[in-house]
């Protein structure tokens, strides 16, 4: 039980950062949709709007999201989109 509150409390935690991130996705016409935490703490998200179709969506998912959440949530192994 405590893994599954252990996962839990870190799924809020996604959740929240990811809320932090999505007002510059969004000011580029694009967003996302938080998907779910996988149990190798691989984050995955869908790419919604501008993100979906840009070139630059993978750089952009690394490069800021990825980065973002890592920096806060050191246990995070990787961000994948799901959808590209």
């Known amino acids: ?6 996962k839990e409390e870190l799924n ?5 950062v990811l809320e932090q991130v999505r007002p510059y ?8 949709k938080y998907v779910g935490l996988t149990d190798d703490n691989v984050v ?19 490069n800021g999201v990825e980065a973002t959440l890592k920096k806060v949530l050191p246990e995070i192994k990787e961000v994948v989109a799901v959808n590209l």
Not at 1 to 6: C, L, Q, V
Not at 12 to 16: D, E, I, R, T, Y
Not at 25 to 32: E, F, K, P, R, S
Request: with cysteine; charged share 25%; aromatic share 2%.
């Open 12 to 16: 809020k935690k996604v959740v929240n």
């Open 25 to 32: 996705l969004q000011a580029d016409g694009g967003d996302l």
């Open 44 to 62: 995955e998200v869908e790419l919604t709007g501008a993100c979906s179709a840009c070139a630059f969506s993978t750089m952009t998912l690394k």
């Open 1 to 6: 039980m405590e893994n599954k509150s252990n």
